[in-house]
């Protein structure tokens, strides 16, 4: 698969190395070969594809800073601290373990936008690639010690007080699925003054359940809060820039409510501060509970397309103040402009303290939602057809977007329905005051789909 996310597919079936090769060495010439930092997200395939990646790079005469096993939101941040050329993260995200895949970072530490992915597209599509003699070619260098950085750079971070989190003593588990939060994730913790009890902790690539951090997948993480008596308990993505929040009765706090919350946070530091209009940016499938938030404290509201480039080039258009996405996404532009798990944890950890309860109760003085999320295997559908055809249906029952796939806002609730960027479905996402009437809505759409 080939998206504005990166490339993606099953190793050694969609995705094999003359791909690899292909796509490495057509980035080095569109970041005009120059130095280019790489990471991987721990996948037990990381390793090989980083030495295919590498070694073309280098022959296309890029200097390599090699990060190792680290988070997607490192490697990010590394470009900006290195002035880099670019980035590549070798990382299939929430995808299972035999998929694996190429995403790639701007100058700007951003993810390539519709137009730079299309210049880099045009470029890949070109053969042959026109490689440097023996004597130009580049140089390589590790340097995993840019994940302490990104560490530092959390510790920094205006908002917290290391002190007052550390008083706290909170006691934390930990599940990082075995990929790259296990490096990072646990000893931020311990910066932090926490207590960590870890789970999928080895960065062994065998990863320790389905890797997307849904509640369907976390049942381990929720008995271990319960049996530790913990405070709370975190989960992440393989490339750790999605963060979930499991609070002190086992229950998943929700990964709509981490952005939700920090949002409520930023906002509540800011506004006594601040006599500016504060921005947020978000995008269409996130809950309304950040449109509540916002109007609370006075601030603006933007929505985008699904996607962490469309958010955060917006947030940077606008200069916003905080901002991601609803799948546990935290983009803070003061650590930088992408969606970044130990800054969400940072964050939630200072809000945990000055709340003074527990998570449980902070989520309960949010505004309340419910979400309900489904999808429908594309096979033989045309998305734009099927989209079409339920706009038809519906163009006067609700407001209809249409910026990326179709939304319908009701005045009680919405559904959202789009081409997913990183598997072969149509998403399916309804939210409501009442459950019942967001899982209405998505098994409504679910049958109107299938029956095309």
Request: one cysteine or more; glycine letters at 10%.
């Amino acid at each position: 698969m080939v998206s504005i996310s990166g490339i993606r597919g099953i190793v050694g079936s969609s995705l094999t190395p003359e791909t690899v090769v292909k796509y490495a060495a057509a980035f080095a010439e569109y970041s005009h070969r120059g130095t280019i930092v790489i990471g991987r997200d721990g996948r037990i395939t990381g390793k090989s594809i980083g030495h295919i990646v590498s070694s073309t790079l280098l022959q296309m005469g890029c200097d390599v800073v090699a990060i190792g096993v680290c988070p997607t939101p490192t490697v990010q941040l590394a470009v900006q601290l290195k002035k880099a050329a670019g980035g590549i993260c070798i990382t299939a995200s929430h995808n299972p373990m035999e998929w694996n895949g190429l995403k790639f970072i701007s100058p700007t530490g951003l993810f390539l936008d519709a137009e730079e992915s299309h210049a880099f597209w045009n470029i890949a599509d070109r053969q042959p690639r026109s490689y440097v003699p023996w004597n130009k070619q580049g140089t390589h260098s590790a340097d995993p010690a840019l994940v302490d950085e990104h560490i530092k750079n959390v510790l920094s971070l205006s908002y917290l007080d290391i002190d007052q989190i550390r008083e706290k003593h909170f006691r934390v588990v930990v599940d990082c699925v075995n990929a790259a939060g296990g490096v990072i994730i646990p000893k931020l913790l311990k910066a932090l003054g926490c207590t960590v009890i870890e789970m999928g902790c080895d960065v062994s690539g065998i990863f320790s359940h389905a890797p997307e951090p849904l509640p369907e997948n976390l049942s381990g993480i929720c008995l271990r809060v319960r049996e530790e008596k913990a405070d709370l308990g975190i989960a992440v993505d393989p490339d750790v820039d999605r963060l979930v929040l499991i609070n002190e009765k086992g229950e998943p706090f929700g990964e709509e409510y981490t952005l939700a919350s920090v949002v409520e946070f930023v906002l509540g530091k800011e506004s006594s501060r601040n006599s500016q209009s504060l921005k947020v940016v978000t995008n269409l499938s996130t809950t309304r509970a950040i449109d509540d938030i916002c109007t609370l404290h006075h601030a603006e509201l933007t929505r985008t397309a699904v996607g962490e480039i469309h958010v955060a080039k917006k947030m940077k258009e606008i200069a916003a103040i905080v901002g991601g996405e609803g799948n546990g996404g935290v983009i803070l532009p003061e650590s930088h402009i992408g969606r970044d798990a130990p800054v969400g944890i940072g964050l939630t950890l200072q809000h945990l303290a000055e709340f003074g309860g527990t998570l449980s109760a902070l989520k309960n003085s949010l505004p309340q939602y419910f979400i309900t999320k489904g999808k429908v295997a594309l096979g033989s559908l045309n998305p734009e057809e099927v989209l079409s055809r339920l706009q038809g249906a519906h163009s006067t029952d609700g407001k209809v977007t249409t910026i990326d796939g179709l939304k319908l806002d009701f005045p009680d609730s919405w559904v959202h329905l789009r081409k997913s960027n990183t598997e072969p479905v149509l998403r399916i996402i309804a939210e409501a005051r009442d459950k019942k009437r967001a899982d209405g809505l998505v098994a409504a759409f679910t049958k109107e789909i299938l029956e095309t």
